[in-house]
């Protein structure tokens, strides 16, 4: 069932429990530990009780703030829900808020992730990343139903079934056993969303990127096959990670991306993503060498500017700022810039 949140996201932030990833901004790998303990004091108090070796994904979505609405990104698209970088973010911070079992492993934090997305990006080359997890929730599967608030968070409210979970004195929740048998409250869904760093781009042709550290799981070993597709018109491509992929559209317009996920299971899993190419630049600009004929009259130089004022100030964790990009059309009759 689902856990209502109404807590700033300055407040949530200062209050990740030992559970999780201590500092979303930092730039260091964490160790979860085995036993982690939640303080008394953040927002995940109401589960400190719980069995988490029986939280089998190792997330738990009721203890999170969902900065995104996983259950519309469960591997069966709709006109709702289009992906993109943004969005595959927020399912991450999501997925790392609702860490608070050792199973299936630890997590990079999200800053690095953003990080790494940002820096693998270059001149024509834009790189996707994406994320496939499975998570537990509170099973809805129980009409018997039982409010409870905590008593650190007052705005935080969950709603858990009393015939699968013993609620205790202090408004926490603990795990129920009945003649000796543990009575499973949980639910085990699917999240599967990709998308590329930019949702659009200025030339016809350009190359896309599968960087591996940037596909995040806690089940891997349940992937058999990653496709894409670039446009309803074309066939699905396997995908090799750090492989370039030539993507080639013949006008300007809107094209939507189609991932499509095979587990080992069989079962196939996709997610969308809207992508506009806005101009058709490619035909003014030199080669990457800068030394080739134009295919117009004219020749441009492409030059890059890495210091320059920046109207909108960067979070801190972002190391490398992004470049502005010149393209310089030279006069007719002259091959450089004088």
């Known amino acids: 069932m689902k856990t209502k949140l109404f807590i700033a996201l300055g407040i949530a932030i200062s209050t990740v429990s030992n559970a999780q990833v201590r500092d979303v901004y930092s730039t260091r790998s964490l160790s979860l530990p085995q036993e982690a303990v939640v303080e008394e004091n953040t927002i995940q108090n109401v589960f400190r009780n719980l069995d988490k070796s029986k939280i089998q994904t190792g997330l738990l979505l009721d203890a999170a703030i969902e900065f995104a609405d996983l259950k519309k990104y469960n591997g069966t698209p709709t006109d709702s829900s289009y992906t993109n970088a943004k969005i595959v973010g927020d399912i991450y911070n999501t997925i ?145 990670a750090e492989q370039p ?37 490619g035909k003014y600009v030199l080669d990457e060498n800068n030394d080739t004929t134009s295919r117009t009259m004219y020749r441009y130089k492409r030059i890059q500017l890495e210091n320059f004022q920046y109207f909108i100030p960067f979070p801190p964790m972002v190391v490398n700022r992004p470049k502005l990009t010149l393209y310089i059309k030279y006069r007719t009759g002259q091959n450089k810039i004088k």
């Open 96 to 240: 790392v808020m609702s860490k608070i079992s050792s199973n299936r492993g630890t997590m990079k934090p999200p800053a690095d992730f953003h990080n790494e997305w940002f820096n693998s990006q270059s001149i024509d080359i834009l790189p996707v990343a994406g994320v496939y997890y499975k998570y537990n929730k509170f099973s809805e599967s129980n009409n018997d139903q039982f409010l409870i608030k905590s008593k650190s968070s007052e705005n935080r409210t969950a709603n858990v079934s009393t015939r699968t979970l013993t609620i205790t004195s202090d408004k926490t929740v603990k795990d129920l056993y009945v003649n000796g048998v543990w009575q499973n409250p949980y639910e085990i869904e699917k999240v599967f969303a990709m998308a590329p760093i930019a949702n659009s781009h200025n030339k016809l042709k350009f190359k896309v990127t599968f960087p591996e550290e940037l596909f995040q799981s806690n089940y891997a070993n349940e992937i058999s096959k990653l496709e894409v597709k670039f446009s309803d018109n074309e066939n699905f491509k396997t995908v090799n």
């Open 245 to 281: 992929m030539l993507v080639s559209y013949p006008a300007i317009g809107e094209y939507t991306w189609t991932y499509k996920l095979t587990l080992t299971n069989g079962q196939i899993l996709y997610s969308k993503n809207k992508f506009s190419i806005t101009d058709d630049l």
